[in-house]
């Protein structure tokens, strides 16, 4: 119940009509119930081969710590149904952070991706923090 999940048209061709295209379902491969993959929406790199997608209640990190969920694929003609995503934590992340609540930024190039962790105490009760991740180019 309510574990999330994102669909995502996949066409091979700008001749295909969207509405041609049936829709691959992303889950969490660890979800559970109540994580909540998806909700904020998902981010996708300019080039479409990275998406990333939050499961704000995961619990890997605490009760509803959140997560952060990112697939990167080697071309466009491979479905993102057939990659194995990546776990991305917190690493001062704990029970209640609620990470990627809200939604998630991607840079075009995917060399830098940013969410929220909206009730994140390390700088008080709830006060928030803003994660993000970087890879050098």
């Given at each position: 119940t309510d574990s999330?999940?994102?669909l995502v048209w996949e066409r091979f061709s700008?001749?295909?009509?969207?509405?041609d295209v049936s829709p691959v379902k992303l889950v969490d491969p660890s979800g559970s119930d109540y994580d909540f993959f998806g909700y904020g929406g998902p981010a996708m790199s300019a080039s479409s081969l990275f998406l990333a997608v939050a499961s704000n209640r995961d619990?890997?990190?605490g009760g509803d710590s959140g997560s952060v969920l990112?697939?990167?694929r080697a071309n466009t003609t491979t479905s993102f149904s057939a990659i194995s995503p990546i776990?991305?934590?917190?690493?001062?992340g704990s029970a209640n952070d609620f990470l990627g609540f809200g939604g998630l930024s991607l840079s075009a190039n995917a060399l830098t991706l940013v969410t929220?962790?909206?009730?994140?105490?390390?700088?008080?009760?709830?006060s928030g923090s803003v994660i993000v991740w970087e890879l050098p180019n």
């Open positions: 999330g999940s994102v700008f001749s295909t009509p969207f509405s619990d890997d990190s990112v697939s990167e776990k991305l934590l917190d690493l001062n929220t962790s909206p009730y994140d105490d390390d700088q008080g009760n709830d």
